[in-house]
Structure formats: structure tokens, C-alpha cells
């Protein structure tokens, strides 16, 4: 059903709606009616206003002409408002005539505002396109409550231009309508000239660099803008100036600000900009190393980083072979090659880094192989180092069989010995081994001339040889053997130096037969203590003598050559006469004490008196006074001055110097300072004389001093200080030398180290180098070597300060430079080799240290136990002690073995009767 009451709504809204717009849009556009000039009511304003552009120098001026009527042409037309709007503009477009803003046919309504204003520049004559009309719904009592009707008129012109308007004038307001003008005169309008105004002054600053570094330049920079272009400059703060910039450095960490203030006619301003300074951060410098290196598979290395620079505060972190964040990592390679880690190192804003390769070797082996060597058969590793000789194959020999070779050479065989694939080997052949001929003779019945050979025994080289009659050496027929020592006694002091007794045997040749000799005893120097040290019981130890005292330097005794006292005489003369002003003479003669060498006092012998020196014044006598032998001043005499008043008539001593006195015993000026410039005297006034005792006791000066140098007597003074030489002064200046020690133990033992031991086959063993500069000054170049028996293997693991040390101490050690009192400590490992392998009862290991101005060498001795000594020996302790027998005797052995049966055999019998 339809709905009626929605319908019947919806009517009367549309109804209200059609109610409110149809007057909008009937009325929508302005009608012109009318040209009589009588229907208009003419209230004219004119107005101008001008506005200033400073970026382009231009001024904007805008002229209006008002005029006020209710419509702008008498009729019948209303002035209706679209939606409310109250400003309607009419837009003129002139030339051509048309402007309209409605109405019907041709009819238009224009308006238009032509100002004529004194002298007015002619390009501003024309009309502008821009001009508006306005429509304002607005009131003004100049109107009568009228519309407002306002034309606008809108020039843009340079200041110049405008300022160049003169006069007074008056606007036109006009409007056209069907082709008829209307103009409506507005009032009078003056132009007023145009000053632009002074820019609002604007300042900044800024500083370069920024941070900055302490003692680095600092540019303050200023700028400005606005006022009349032209500034004062004015800085203050951490920089001071009148320029526009302004620069300083500071020493000092901080922030540093600086206040600039400008001028600018009479406008002021200021600007403040600071600086950040703080200490420079040295650039960051980094190293890394590996050890050991060449290292061998699965061998630890250690990679270490060294930084230097940066803030001081590091952090770490590698890369490549070796992973961490530490200062040093460590890594293990289980195959040979190089490898190389890269540590990286951040210090503040500073990141560095650094690379450290290591060579990896296969795992070295000993005696891996053997190979030829200098027709020898030695042992190599298994990286290719020589080590001990396995086999000497011997020199080239000749038998005693002879044969002719032809009449003329006599040919003899030879054992001929090589090595060759890493085996000795041997053959015999016949060589030439005599020219008969060249004796006349021819060769028959194997020898020369059918003669026998006449050979006949002499001594060679220690040893006996065969010779032919013509006294050529042959073959040798008896080895005589080496002399040699066994150490059987402990070691001793002599003076600061170590010896111990050995018992020694010699053998040689003599007589065309070889001779041994019974044993002797030998004193075998071991070692000279070094600096700070003195022998004691067999051993350097550094117990100290005395501690102070003038013959004590410190911890010993100083030596008979060292001076500890000076005693002088002076004696005085007239060398120069008696005679009135004569002055006084002196020389001196000296001598010197010397230390005993067994106490820190000074109780050793006194020298002999030197010769009396020459004359020199000790005292300048005045016209009243003349000298007189024995006396150190000088004296009063009469006759001399021929006054009884004398200013200066004697010398003496006052307040520590030497014045003048009157013949009234009244002091006058002073006649000496006693105190000289000589700091190795001891000055006073005695006796009216200056005094000025020379002490070289080392206590009034000290030694080495330049007054100790040039006045004293230092040689023999026990140090080498005043330039002198070994040549010129070798007790001062002699060293003490570069010492070795060489030390062992067994490793199974945790026992002190020793100078001799004993050890079984196969045992490892540990050794000791202790290596020290007892000089005074730096040594240079320092190897240690050490030579093995060929019953002792070397088996590295070389240390040198407790540091994995590559190389090999049978090729030798270089230590470098060594300071004076600088002791390095090196050790090492060898094994005894098996049983069958040891011909000697004994060894020794032999190190030696070498330098370029000197040598000295050290052993240790190994006594070679064999095949159940060893047992025996630990055994002994207890039951030798129980039996006080030596059970190392075949005679006791026996004995225990019986005893041993015999109590077996009755344990037996006793079982049996029991069993019973």
C-alpha cells in the first residue's frame, strides 16, 4: 500500500528547499540600468599603501578609488549574495570594451581606477590588466551606509622609480556602460618618498676543527648578515681579535668557548661557539709472532699480539689459523704446511691488524735413517738434520802383500774402505807402491831389485808404525791409545776459583814402542766465581764478606791494590830569599795505604814517599814582613815599612779564613777565602794559615769525580773510573769473564742437580747450562754449544728461560748480547743409550761458550751403570747398611745366593715333617 504520510514529508521538504533558492538563482548576476550621471551619488576616497621587498629592491604601491552607492547604476536591479558570499570582482580586460558581470543584451558595467599624480613615470600610464573592481558589503560613514565600491589599482616598480613620483594628484574612477564613460574623481592623494628598512643584524659562529687535539689550531669563523653591510668585529673568551675570524690553541683538555660581537650602525649583536679539546690519541700500532716456529705437527704454537698507541685499552680478536679474543691464542696443526692468524685490534675509534705465519714440519723422529756422510755412516732425523755417527768405516790401509806389476813397479794391496747407500764397505786391490827404477832397480821376487824391504817400527803420531828401508811410513802396527782422566775427588776452592783432584793416565809412543804410564794426580780447573760471588766449600755461592767499610765494595774484601788512604807532609822554605816582602814557598811529597785484602778497614802497607813536588806561594808577604824558613806565613820585620803604624801587619785566622791584622792587633780587610774549589779537600784555618788537606779517601769526594780524577791518585783504587785502561790500570780495569756451568741429573729423580751421577741404559736425562757475565761490561755475540759422548743421545726439548727454544745445543746457542751481571739458564734432555752401545765406565758431557773476546767451557760426568748394577745399588742402602759389607763384591753375591738355598732346603724338610 502506498505510503501517503512519506510522500506528504518529502513534499515539504523539497517545498523549503525550492522556497530557499529559486531568489538565489533568479538573482544571480548584477544588472546595469541607467546612463543619466544625475542617478549617481558620488562620495569619493582615495587611499594608497606601498610595501618593500628587500631581496629584490622593489616596491609594491596599490592605490584605491572608493566610491559609495547603494547599486553601481540607478535601476531597477537589487545586489543579491551568491551562498552568502559578500565580494563579487569584476575583472577588467581592456583595450576592447568588453567587461561585464551580467545583464542582458550589450549592456555592461565596467569599472576602472587612472590615477594622474604629478610627475608620473609614463610606462606606469598605461591600464593595468590586474585592475579590480570590488563589490565589499561593507559600510563607512563616510557612505551614509551606502555599498562601498572599490577599485584597486596594483604597481610593482623599483624604489628608484617611486621616489621619482612628485606632486599631488587624484584617482579617476570610471566605468563604462553600452559604450558611455563615467568618471568620478576621487580626492586628493600625496605620494610620500620611501627609505627601506635596516635589516634585522643577524650573527653566528663557528669553530674548525672541532673536536680538536691538544696544541692544534682552532679557527673561530664568524658571520653576519643584515644591519647596513657594515661590521665591527669584537672577540673575547678563549679567543681574543678584531677580525672577522679568530684563532688559538690549547694545551690543555676542556671545552673552550668564544663570545664575537659585532656592529652594524646602530644595531649590536653577539654569537657564542665552543670547542671540544682533548688529548691527541697516538696512532695504534700492532705486531704478532709465532713459537716456536718452524713448529712440528700437533706441536702447540702460540700466537702473540703486541699493541702500542691507540687509548692504552685494547680489545682482541683472530681469525685465519688460530680463534680467540685474547692478546695470544694458541693452536695445534696435525698437518705440515704454513698457517697464518690474523689478530685484529680495536683501541677507541682505531681498528688495526696484523698477520703471523708459522711453518709446520712433520713430526721430527731421530735416527730415522742413516746416510754417508764424509765416507762415515751417520744417523739422520727425519727432517734431514745429521745427528751422532752409527759406523766409522775407516781409513784406506795397506797389507803386507807385495807383488811386481812388470820389472818396474812394485805393487802392494790395499784395503780400501767406503761408505755407500748408508753402509761401510771394503775391498782389497793391488796398488803402484814403488817405482824400482827409479832406483836403479828392477822388480823381482815381489820387491824391488830382489832386496828385502828392510821394514823396521818408529813412533807416528803417538802411535807405532811400520817403515820400508827407504823410511817410507806403512801400516800402522800398534795403536797406543789415548791419554785420559777419571774425576774421583770433590771440587775445591783456591782463592775465588773452583779446581777438583782427578785422577789422570798417559799414553803414547816412545822408543819405537807404545808406554802407559801408572796414574797421576791432576788439579783440574772447573770455573772462576763471577761478581758477587766467592768460592766456598767447593762452590760459588754469594755470601757476602762485609758490607761496608773503605776496603769493603759492598760484599767483598777489596784487593792489596786498592788505595784507602793518602797521607802528605808539606814542608816550608824561602825559595825566593828574606829580604823584605818575600813570600813564602811550599812542596809536598806523598804516600799511599792500601787495602790488606782480609778486612774492610784500612790496615794494609804504605807506599813509599814520592818526590818533593816544586814551589809553589802559600803565603804572600807584605813590605813589613819577610819569609823565614820553617814557618808557613809570613813574618813581621823590623826595618821593613819604616812606619810604627802598620795597616797590614800580620795574617791571621778568623772565622774559618785568614785577615789582616795591624800592628794594633786590630782586624782589617780579609787576606784569603780558605775555602778552594777542590771538593776532594777538607778546608779550615790553623795555626793563622789556610789549610787544605787532600783526602782521596773516597768519603770527601767521590771516586771517579772530575776533582778525584784530576788531584788523586785512582789507579790502584780498585775501580776502573777515571779513564784508565787495562794496559794502564789492570788491576782496576781487569773483568772477571764469562762463566759456564753445566749440570745433570737423572730425570727419574727429583734430586739437586749434580756435577757427576750415575745411570743406567736408556734412562733420560736432564741438563743444566747456567751461563754468566761476571764483566763489567756488555758481551757480545754469546754461543753455548755442548758436545755428547756417543753413549749419550741428545733428545732436545731445548729451553732457554723456561721458553721453548728452537734449535739444536750440539750446533750451538746464540744468546746474543749478555749484560754486565746477567745469568741465562738453559736446559735440555739425552737418554743413555742401550747397554751394548757403552764401551767406557764413564763420560763426560762437555758445553762450551764462546764470545768475541774470550771462551770457557764446563762438564758434567755420567758413570754408566750396567745391567743390574742398578738394582743392586738401590737394594744396598738397607741391607749393606745392615751387614756393613760392600755387597757390590762377586764374593758377598755368592755368599747370599748359598744362604738363600740352604733356607729353601730347610723350609722344605720342615713342611715334610708336619706332613708326617
Not at 732436545?796 to 721453548?804: I, Y
Amino acid at each position: 500500500m502506498f505510503n501517503y504520510k512519506k510522500l506528504l514529508y518529502i513534499s515539504i521538504i523539497l517545498g523549503f528547499f525550492v522556497i530557499l533558492f529559486i531568489p538565489s538563482i533568479t538573482y544571480a548576476h548584477w544588472y546595469c540600468y541607467g546612463t543619466q550621471a544625475s542617478n549617481y551619488t558620488t562620495r569619493p576616497v582615495a587611499t594608497y599603501s606601498t610595501s618593500y621587498n628587500n631581496a629584490t629592491n622593489k616596491i609594491t604601491l596599490v592605490i584605491e578609488g572608493k566610491i559609495c552607492k547603494q547599486t553601481p547604476w540607478s535601476g531597477i536591479a537589487a545586489t543579491h549574495w551568491l551562498f552568502g558570499t559578500k565580494t563579487q570582482v569584476c575583472t577588467l580586460n581592456f583595450p576592447g570594451g568588453e567587461c561585464g558581470i551580467g545583464g542582458y543584451g550589450s549592456r555592461k558595467c565596467c569599472w576602472h581606477l587612472n590615477p594622474v599624480i604629478g610627475v608620473w613615470p609614463s610606462q606606469y600610464h598605461l591600464i593595468n590588466p590586474s585592475f579590480q573592481v570590488v563589490v565589499r558589503g561593507e559600510t563607512d560613514s563616510r557612505c551614509s551606509g551606502n555599498i562601498i565600491w572599490v577599485v584597486t589599482r596594483t604597481i610593482e616598480m623599483p624604489l628608484s622609480d617611486y621616489n621619482s613620483i612628485s606632486g599631488n594628484g587624484r584617482g579617476f574612477v570610471m566605468g563604462v556602460n553600452n559604450g558611455a564613460y563615467k568618471s568620478y574623481p576621487s580626492e586628493f592623494i600625496t605620494l610620500a618618498s620611501y627609505s627601506p628598512p635596516t635589516p634585522t643584524l643577524n650573527v653566528s659562529c663557528s669553530s674548525s676543527p672541532n673536536p680538536a687535539n691538544t696544541n692544534q689550531t682552532v679557527n673561530f669563523s664568524s658571520s653576519s648578515s643584515g644591519g647596513t653591510g657594515s661590521y665591527i668585529y669584537s672577540w673575547s673568551g678563549s679567543c681574543t681579535g678584531s677580525s672577522q675570524n679568530c684563532s688559538n690553541s690549547f694545551s690543555n683538555s676542556g671545552t673552550y668557548t668564544a663570545t664575537v660581537s659585532v656592529t652594524s650602525g646602530t644595531q649590536t649583536g653577539s654569537a657564542n661557539c665552543s670547542v671540544n679539546v682533548s688529548q691527541p690519541i697516538p696512532s695504534l700500532s700492532i705486531s704478532c709472532s709465532a713459537s716456536p716456529n718452524p713448529a712440528n705437527t700437533n706441536q702447540t704454537v702460540n700466537f702473540s699480539s703486541s699493541s702500542s698507541g691507540g687509548t692504552g685499552s685494547y680489545t682482541y680478536s683472530w681469525s685465519g689459523s688460530c680463534a680467540g679474543s685474547s692478546q695470544s691464542c694458541s693452536n695445534s696443526f696435525p698437518n705440515a704446511g704454513t698457517y697464518t692468524a690474523t689478530v685484529s685490534v680495536t683501541s677507541g675509534t682505531q681498528t688495526g691488524n696484523a698477520n703471523c705465519s708459522v711453518s709446520v714440519n712433520s713430526q721430527n723422529i731421530n735416527h730415522s735413517y742413516k746416510q754417508c756422510y764424509n765416507n762415515d755412516v751417520y744417523w739422520y732425523d727425519s727432517q734431514g738434520t745429521r745427528q751422532e755417527m752409527y759406523e766409522d768405516c775407516g781409513d784406506d790401509s795397506w797389507t803386507s802383500n807385495y807383488q811386481c806389476s812388470g820389472s818396474t813397479w812394485l805393487q802392494r794391496q790395499k784395503n780400501i774402505r767406503w761408505c755407500s747407500a748408508g753402509v761401510c764397505q771394503q775391498s782389497l786391490r793391488y796398488d803402484n807402491y814403488q817405482d824400482c827404477s827409479a832406483s836403479g832397480q828392477t822388480c823381482q821376487n815381489n820387491q824391488c831389485g830382489g832386496q828385502n824391504q828392510n821394514r823396521y817400527l818408529n813412533c807416528y803420531d803417538n802411535d807405532v808404525y811400520w817403515y820400508d828401508y827407504l823410511g817410507g811410513r806403512q801400516e800402522k802396527y800398534q795403536d797406543c791409545g789415548d791419554s785420559y782422566c777419571t774425576d774421583t775427588g770433590s771440587n775445591y776452592c783456591v782463592g775465588n776459583s773452583i779446581y777438583r783432584q782427578r785422577t789422570c793416565y798417559n799414553r803414547g809412543c816412545t822408543g819405537n814402542a807404545c808406554y802407559s804410564t801408572t796414574s797421576y794426580s791432576d788439579n783440574q780447573f772447573v770455573q772462576t766465581c763471577g761478581y758477587g760471588q766467592t768460592c766456598q766449600n767447593g762452590s760459588c755461592t754469594s755470601a757476602c764478606e762485609c758490607t761496608s767499610g773503605v776496603c769493603c765494595d759492598g760484599c767483598h774484601y777489596k784487593n792489596t791494590s786498592s788505595i784507602c788512604n793518602t797521607e802528605t807532609q808539606n814542608e816550608y822554605g824561602c825559595p825566593w830569599g828574606s829580604a823584605c816582602g818575600s813570600d813564602v814557598g811550599q812542596r809536598t811529597k806523598t804516600r799511599n795505604q792500601y787495602c790488606s785484602g782480609y778486612s774492610a778497614s784500612c790496615t794494609g802497607i804504605w807506599s813509599s814517599w814520592t818526590g818533593l813536588s816544586s814551589w809553589t806561594t802559600v803565603d804572600y808577604c807584605s813590605t813589613e814582613e819577610t819569609c823565614v824558613y820553617g814557618n808557613s806565613v809570613c813574618q813581621p820585620k823590623s826595618g821593613c815599612g819604616g812606619s810604627s803604624y802598620i795597616l797590614h801587619y800580620a795574617k791571621k785566622c778568623y772565622d774559618s779564613d785568614l785577615y789582616w791584622y795591624d800592628s794594633l792587633n786590630v782586624r782589617q780587610d780579609k787576606y784569603r777565602d780558605c775555602q778552594d774549589a777542590n771538593e776532594c779537600t777538607i778546608d779550615n784555618c790553623f795555626n793563622n794559615q789556610c789549610q787544605n788537606e787532600l783526602r782521596c779517601d773516597g768519603a770527601t769526594c767521590a771516586k771517579g769525580s772530575i776533582d778525584y780524577c784530576n788531584v788523586c791518585d785512582y789507579c790502584g783504587d780498585g775501580a776502573c773510573n777515571c779513564g784508565e785502561t787495562i794496559s794502564s790500570c789492570e788491576n782496576d780495569c781487569q773483568v772477571i769473564g764469562l762463566a759456564l756451568t753445566l749440570f745433570g741429573k737423572k730425570e727419574s729423580e727429583a734430586v739437586q742437580w749434580l756435577k757427576s751421577f750415575s745411570a743406567g741404559s736408556i734412562e733420560k736425562i736432564d741438563f743444566l747450562a747456567v751461563v754468566s757475565n761476571g764483566e763489567n761490561r756488555t758481551m757480545d755475540n754469546v754461543v753455548v754449544k755442548v758436545d755428547f759422548p756417543q753413549e749419550v743421545l741428545y733428545k732436545g726439548e731445548l729451553m732457554l728461560e723456561g721458553v721453548p727454544y728452537n734449535g739444536d745445543i750440539r750446533s750451538g746457542v746464540t744468546l746474543g748480547s749478555l749484560a754486565p751481571g746477567t745469568t741465562k739458564i738453559i736446559t735440555f734432555k739425552g737418554e743413555i743409550t742401550s747397554e751394548s752401545s757403552i764401551f767406557r765406565p764413564a763420560a763426560d758431557v762437555v758445553g762450551t761458550i764462546t764470545t768475541a773476546s774470550g771462551s770457557d767451557s764446563d762438564n758434567v760426568q755420567i758413570n754408566f751403570l750396567k745391567e743390574g748394577q742398578q738394582i743392586i745399588s738401590e737394594s744396598e742402602g738397607w741391607l749393606a747398611g745392615l751387614l756393613g759389607v760392600n755387597l757390590n763384591r762377586p764374593i758377598y753375591i755368592l755368599l747370599i745366593i748359598i744362604i738363600v738355598i740352604l733356607v729353601l732346603v730347610g723350609l722344605s724338610r720342615v713342611i715334610r715333617g708336619f706332613k708326617k
